[in-house]
C-alpha cells in the first residue's frame, strides 16, 4: 500500500497550491481519502475528506471556501486545491485512507489505515 503526496512548496500569502496523493495497493473505491496537517507543535488536525465512490466532501470550518478536495477515480488519485492561504496554513499536509464506511468519523486520524509520507506546505506573510 501507498499514499504518495506531493505539490507542496512555500507560496505567499493570497496564493495557490493544489497537492495530490496518488494511492496503490488497495480498493479505491472502498475507502474514503482524508486530508490532514501538522504544524510545528500542534496536533494534527483533519482538513478535509472524500468518499471515493459517493463523492462526498467534508472540510474543516477554517477551510471551507478556500480548498476544494477532488478525486480522479481513474487516476486513484485525489487532489487538495487550496486558494486563498493564509500563513496559519503552514504545515506538513499528509493524506490517509479510512474506509468508506467509517466517513462520518473522518476527522478523526485513529480511524485511519494508511497514511503517506506527508508534503511541505510553508505560507509566507
Excluded at 39 to 66: F, H, L
Excluded at 93 to 115: F, M, P
Amino acid at each position: 500500500v501507498q499514499l504518495v503526496e506531493s505539490g507542496g512548496g512555500l507560496v505567499q500569502a493570497g496564493g495557490s497550491l493544489r497537492l495530490s496523493c496518488v494511492t496503490s495497493g488497495f480498493t479505491f473505491d472502498d475507502y474514503a481519502i482524508g486530508w490532514f496537517r501538522q504544524a510545528p507543535g500542534k496536533e494534527r488536525e483533519g482538513v478535509s475528506c472524500i468518499s471515493t465512490n459517493d463523492g462526498r466532501r467534508y472540510y474543516t470550518d477554517s477551510v471551507k471556501g478556500r480548498f476544494t478536495i477532488s478525486t480522479d477515480n481513474a487516476k486513484n488519485t485525489v487532489y487538495l486545491q487550496m486558494n486563498s492561504l493564509k500563513p496559519e496554513d503552514t504545515a506538513v499536509y499528509y493524506c490517509a485512507a479510512i474506509v468508506w464506511g467509517h466517513v462520518d468519523n473522518w476527522h478523526d486520524e485513529n480511524g485511519y489505515d494508511y497514511w503517506g509520507q506527508g508534503t511541505q506546505v510553508t505560507v509566507s506573510s
